[in-house]
């Protein structure tokens, strides 16, 4: 179909199609020079940002390198598939003849380890963008509700006929334990030598946690036996929380750090996890802006090549 022949279709079109496609035309021409912008942005701060060694890792952004690894305790199971992994993403679709509509999708916010060459750090994965190898995409006829049963697909086949309602699409992301773990974010240390104490603050918790159980403090502080604490029994319980909460305070102190790595909170630096290494999620990221740039270039040079055949 040549020039000639695609305008004498945009100038016979009706007003109201014409302005569909021109309005779709600029959208995707503006996300896709949003998109390249995010996406060479991410690019250039992983390769700005070194990577940094768990125990000696400066507080505040940083990259960190190592393996991902489940926390002691209950393991996380992906809901489709029932796969034990350290992070899920899941989507279920329902497809008609010419749309779907997304029944249900959620991705995982409970928390696990990178373990590196010097030490460990708790990931909270809530606000991160991440990028993993596992992905299974399957279909079947029904789609069980999550009281009464998830279908649990294993294998690259369709399941089974639950129902005779429309198709499903069911998606299911993972990262495993054992998997190369590449994680860039807000880097944080405490408990240990990094805690400051306060130690007004926890004395003021711990006497409102004794007031809530009377009798126990009668018990423990009521010299006189007349069923009221006085101010003299009330100075007691004071230097008795105090030296608790110090006794306390001392344990913690001498008690290795625990590291932890969130999403930043006051900037809009990203936070990111990865099964890929620096140097291929970089790439990632570029050929992602490359995709988007030219996306911009194509729909922008088509709308306003529409606009012009139009006004002409």
């Known amino acids: 179909m040549n020039e000639q022949?695609?305008?004498t279709a945009v100038l016979a079109m009706?007003?109201?199609?014409?302005?569909?496609?021109?309005?779709?035309?600029?959208?995707?021409?503006?996300?896709?020079?949003?998109?390249?912008?995010?996406f060479l942005r991410r690019a250039r701060i992983i390769e700005d940002t070194p990577t940094s060694r768990?125990?000696?890792?400066?507080?505040?952004?940083?990259?960190?390198?190592?393996?991902?690894?489940l926390m002691e305790g209950a393991p996380i199971v992906a809901p489709l598939t029932g796969t034990p992994c350290?992070?899920?993403?899941?989507?279920?679709?329902?497809?008609?003849d010419r749309h779907s509509s997304v029944v249900e999708s959620g991705s995982s916010d409970e928390l696990f380890v990178l373990v590196g060459e010097t030490g460990r750090c708790v990931i909270d994965p809530e606000g991160a963008v991440v990028t993993c190898r596992s992905k299974q995409v399957w279909?079947?006829?029904?789609?069980?509700?999550?009281?009464?049963?998830?279908?649990?697909?294993r294998g690259g086949l369709l399941g089974g006929l639950a129902s005779f309602g429309g198709r499903y699409r069911y998606t299911e992301e993972r990262m495993h334990p054992g998997e190369p773990l590449y994680a860039i974010g807000m880097f944080a240390s405490v408990g240990g030598g990094a805690e400051s104490f306060n130690t007004d603050?926890?004395?003021?918790?711990?006497?409102?946690?004794?007031?809530?159980?009377?009798p126990a403090l009668l018990k423990h502080f009521d010299a006189n036996g007349d069923g009221e604490i006085d101010v003299q029994e009330w100075e007691a319980v004071r230097r008795a929380a105090y030296q608790k909460v110090r006794r306390e305070q001392?344990?913690?102190s001498v008690a290795p750090p625990t590291h932890i790595m969130t999403k930043p909170?006051?900037?809009?630096?990203?936070y990111l996890l990865s099964v890929y290494p620096q140097r291929e999620l970089v790439k990632r990221y570029k050929w992602k802006a490359a995709g988007s740039l030219a996306g911009f270039l194509v729909f922008g040079a088509t709308a306003v090549w529409m606009f012009a055949v139009r006004l002409g």
């Open 14 to 38: 009706p007003d109201a199609r014409f302005g569909m496609y021109l309005a779709g035309s600029a959208v995707v021409a503006l996300a896709g020079f949003v998109f390249a912008f995010v």
């Open 139 to 153: 279909y079947e006829r029904g789609y069980p509700s999550r009281r009464s049963g998830r279908s649990r697909h």
């Open 201 to 214: 603050a926890e004395v003021r918790e711990l006497l409102t946690l004794w007031k809530r159980n009377g």
């Open 5 to 7: 022949t695609l305008a």
């Open 250 to 252: 001392a344990e913690r």
């Open 265 to 270: 909170r006051h900037d809009n630096r990203p």
């Open 54 to 69: 768990i125990r000696s890792a400066a507080q505040g952004y940083v990259e960190l390198a190592g393996r991902g690894e």
């Open 86 to 96: 350290t992070w899920y993403r899941y989507k279920v679709e329902k497809t008609g």
